[in-house]
């Protein structure tokens, strides 16, 4: 049995230890509109933004920073590909 904690829950840990919160910048928002406008959208999660919360406060380093980021959607992907239904019907579909 794996004991160690999610990669969500540390984040939400060292972030609360160090007093980081996501703040969005002017830079974030630009690069929104640049990454929309060259026909693509790039959508975060809370924790996805924490992390880079915690590289830019130097509560991390840009290693560590990729390291969370990778462990994080890796858990993520396999969260969602657990919860797919195994017949590959979309929801609600019926089977005759």
């Known amino acids: 049995m794996d004991t ?10 060292l972030a609360a230890q160090h007093g980081i919160r ?19 959208e790039v959508v975060t999660d809370e924790i996805e933004d924490v992390i880079v919360a915690l590289k830019r406060a130097g509560a991390i380093n840009g290693s560590e920073m990729v390291a969370l980021l990778g462990r994080y959607l890796d858990e993520k992907l396999s969260a969602q590909r657990s919860s797919t239904p195994k017949n590959n019907t979309a929801p609600g579909n019926v089977l005759e």
């Open 4 to 13: 160690q904690p999610s990669t969500r829950s540390y984040v939400i840990d």
């Open 22 to 40: 996501h703040q969005v910048t002017p830079a974030d928002e630009l690069a929104v509109v640049a990454t929309r406008l060259a026909g693509d």
